[in-house]
C-alpha cells in the first residue's frame, strides 16, 4: 500500500497542526466532514481542566453565516423564536429556530456584532433556509464557517489565562457579552459564552492567526494548567450543565426523514426562548396551536438512582413504556447520574419518579437494572463563577 | 378616523364581484376596491382607436357557470349574447378550412374515419369534463385532515371515477397525466383536428402540445360544455358588458364599489390580515381582506413575503406563473376577405395553427424568451355579431396570440412594430388584402397584460393550470380552500381552484367557504 497516512478525506481545521502534535491517542472523530479529536490523552484529566482549571476546544466547524443589511434584525426576528431586538450589540443570545410547522431545525447563538451585522452559530448546514429566509428582506447572508477560526477557552481558570495572554480588561466581560481585542495586526473577537456551563469564553479570529493564537494561549496559560479537551469531555461537561445537542438530543427538522422524529421548542423544554408575542416568525402559528392543543412529548431531566449512565435507556412508569434517554452521563462534579429523556404526556413533570431500564456490559456481561429516577427542573451543575464579573482570581 | 368594514375585498375582477355577491346575499358588508376605472378585471371593453372597441382580454365566454348567472340575475342586469353556438374554424391559407363545434367536425380534407373516431373520442370526454365540472364546483377537498365534508368530496370524486366504468376511468387515469399529442396521434390523422384541439389545450399556458399537463387543460376547457355552452358565445357590447352586469348585480345586494382605488399594501393587525392601505395613503380597516389579485401580487406584492413564514414564503415564491399569450387589436375599414369564408362565417371562432409541430415550434420561442416566428392565432371579430363595435361599415379583429414571452431579450419595445407586422403578414396569408384595411392598431404584450389587468406573468390562469397546482395544491400547498395561509386573508381569483377563465367559480367556492367559517374565517 502506498497511501500516506496523512491522506485522508476529511478536512482539517485551521489549528489543525496543534490539535494532531497533541492529541496523543489518536483518537478521531467527524465533525460536519473535519477531523476532530473525540480525545487528546485521557477524556477524565480533559473534563477535569474544564471544571478545574482551562480546557481548550477547537470549535471551528462551527457553522457561521453572517447576516449584514438594514432588515437584519427584522430578518433574524422572523426566523428564530425569540425576540431578537433585545439583543444589543455586543451581546449574544441563544436561540432556536423552527420550521413553518414549530418544529426544531436547529439551535444557536446569535452575536450582535455591530449596527445591522449579526453572525448566527448553527450545529447544522443552514445556507438554503437562510436564503429562502431572506426573501422580502434588505439583508445579505454569507456563509463564513471557513473563514473564522474559533476555540473555546473553558473552566474557573480560563479568565486569568486570558488575562496573561494580553487581554487586559476581559474580566469586565459580561456572560453572554463580545468584545475585540488586536492580535498581532489582526482582531481577536472574545464572547464570553460556552458550551460546558462554566466561566468561559470562545475566541474567535482569521484562519491564518489560528496556530499564533493557539501558541500564545498555551504558553500563557500554562501556570493556569490549560489543556486541549475533545469532543467526549464536552459531552459529559454539556450533560451536566443541561444544554441539549442537536442532532443528539432532537433531530433538526428538515433533517428527520420520518413523519413525527422532529420536536417544538415546548417539546425541548425551550419554551422561554419562544416569544409568542412576535406577530410573526416561523413556526409561530403551530407553536399557537400546540400551546392551545397539548404537545406529544416534554422534555425531561433525569436523576438516575446508581451510577451506570442510563445511555439510551426506556424511561418505565408503572411498567409501560413512557420515554427513551437521549443523552445520559455519570457527572463526575456533581456526582449525579444525569439523563435527558423524551418523555410522551402527560407524564415527566418535575417531581415525578420514573424508572430507568439501563443495561450495562461488563466484561461481555450484560445486565439490566431498573434504576428509579426522578424528574429535576434545575441542571445540577450551575456555579456562580460562572456569572460572577469580574470572575474570581483562580 | 380610519374606517372600518366587515369585507374588503381587493380587485372587481369577475371573480371579486361574484364573490362580494355571494357575500352580500349571506348578509355580509363587501367595499370592493377597484384599481382600475371599470369593474370587470379580464372581462373588459375598451375602446383602443376612436370608434372602435374591442374585449380586450378575455373575447369568448365558454365557461361561465350556469349557477353563478342565475344566482346575480345577470339577465335582468344587462347581459346579452351577441350570438352563441360559434363554431371554431381551422384557417386553410386554399380555404379548405375544418370547422368544429361540439361533436361534430367537418372539412374538405378530414376523413370519414376522423369524424366518427372524433365523435367517439368527444362523448368519451365528455364524460371526463362532468367529473371534472362536479371537481370544479366544490372547494377543494384537503388531503390530510380526516374533515368530513373533505372526506364526502373526496368519495364522490371516487365514486365519480369508479362510476364512469372500468375502461373509461382506466382511460382517464392513463391519459390525464399526459400530453395532448401523443393522444392525438393514437386517436386521429387529420394534422387540421388535431392542431385544433391541441391549441384548445395550451391556450392561455405556458406549455406546447407535448407538454404533460396538456390533457388536463384540454378537458379544463371542455368543461364549459358541461355548463351549457356549445362552443363558444360573444357578448353583446364586449366581454366588459359583462363586468358591468356583474357590477350592476353586485351592487343590487348591497356591494359598495369604489372604482380607481388601488390598494397599495394589505396591512397586517398583530398576526391577522386586518386592512389595506391604498395608494392615495388612505387607510381601511377590514375584519377579513379577501383578494381577487392572483397569489403572487397578493403575497408577495401586496402582503409582503416578511409577513409571512419562510416555507409558505418559499412556495409562493414558486408558483409558475408565467403568460404566453399576447393581444392584437385591428380597427379594419371593412370586413376582410378571409379565403374560403363567406360574410357570415366571420363571426366564427378563426384559428390559425395548421399543425402540430406548428404550435410546439411556436411554443419553443418563448421557452428560450424569444417571440414566436410563426405564431398560433385565435381570431374573433366581433363587429359580425355586433356592429356597434365599431363605426358603421367598420369593423374589429381580436386575436389572441400565441407564443410571446413576458420580457423578450432587448425589452417588449424593441419587438413591439416588428410582431405586429410579422401578425399582420401571417394573417395576409389567410386574408389576401388585410394589410391595406387596417386603420389602427394595438399589440397587448403579456407585460402590458400584467400592467392593465394585474395578472403576475400576464398569465390568465393566475397561476399555470398544472398538475402540481391545480385542486389543493392550488395555488400553493398549504393555502388550499380559499385560505391563504395568513389569517383573515382569502383568495377568490384565478389563482384559487379550480383557476381562471370567466368561470365565477372561484369568487362562488371562497364566498361560500367565508360563509361557512362565519366568525372563524
Known sequence: MNVKSDQTMMLRTPFHSRVAAACELNDWGSWKGYTTPR????????????????????LSP????????????????????????????????????????????????????????????????????????????????????????????????????????????????????????????????????????????????????????????????????????GSDALELARIETGFLQAGVDFVPAESAVRSGRSRSPFELGLAWLVDLEKPVFNGRRALLREQAEGSRYRFAMLDVEGNKPAHNSFILKGGNKVGTVTSAAWCPTAKSNIAFAQIEMPHGAVGEELVAEVYYQRELHWTRVLAPCSVIDTPVFNPPRRRATPPGPF | MTERHDIVLVGAGHNGLVCASYLASAGRKVLVLESGDSPGGAAATREFAPGYSVSSCAQWLHQLHPQVSRDLDLEKHGLQLAAKDIASVLLDAEGQHLTLLGPDVRGDRISSGDIAAYHAFHGRTAKYAKLLAKVFEARPPKLVESNFADRLSLIRLGLGLKMLGRDDMRDLMRIVLINIYDLMQENFDSPQLKALLSLDSVLGSHMGPRTPNTVFGYLYRRVGEVFGYQGVAQVKGGMGALGDAMAAAARAKGVEIRLDARVSSIDMVGDRAGGVTLASGEKLEAGLVVSNADPLTTLAGLLGYRNMETGMARRVSQIRCRGGAARLHLALDGLPNFTGLDAQQLGQRLLIAPDMNYIERAFNAVKYGEISKAPVMDISIPTVHDPAAAPTGKHVLSATVQFAPFEPAGGWEAHRADFTERLLDLLAVYAPGIREQVVASELLTPADLQRDYGMTGGHWHHGELSLDQVMMMRPFPGASQYASGIDGLYLCGAGAHPGGGVMGLAGRNAALEIIRRGAAA
Open chain 1, 62 to 229: 462551527m457553522n457561521k453565516y453572517r447576516v449584514t443589511g438594514a432588515d437584519a434584525e427584522a430578518y433574524l426576528n422572523r426566523l428564530v423564536t425569540r425576540d431578537v431586538s433585545k439583543i444589543r450589540i455586543g451581546r449574544v443570545g441563544y436561540t432556536v429556530w423552527c420550521n413553518d410547522v414549530g418544529q426544531v431545525m436547529d439551535d444557536g447563538t446569535i452575536f450582535h456584532l455591530g449596527e445591522n451585522d449579526y453572525r448566527i452559530c448553527a450545529y447544522a448546514r443552514a445556507v438554503d433556509w437562510l436564503q429562502w429566509s431572506a426573501l422580502g428582506f434588505d439583508v445579505e447572508i454569507v456563509d463564513e464557517s471557513d473563514e473564522v477560526a474559533a476555540l473555546a477557552v473553558q473552566g474557573p481558570t480560563s479568565c486569568a489565562a486570558l488575562l496573561a495572554m494580553g487581554l487586559a480588561g476581559l474580566e469586565q466581560l459580561k456572560p453572554f457579552g463580545l468584545t475585540s481585542f488586536p492580535f498581532e495586526g489582526e482582531t481577536l473577537m472574545v464572547s464570553r459564552t460556552g458550551f460546558t456551563g462554566d466561566l468561559g469564553y470562545e475566541l474567535w479570529i482569521a484562519p491564518h492567526m489560528a496556530e499564533a493564537l493557539w501558541d500564545r494561549l498555551f504558553e500563557a496559560g500554562k501556570p493556569h494548567l490549560i489543556k486541549p479537551f
Open chain 1, 39 to 58: 480525545a487528546y490523552n485521557d477524556v477524565e484529566l480533559e473534563y477535569f481542566a474544564i471544571r478545574n482549571a482551562t480546557g481548550v476546544f477547537d
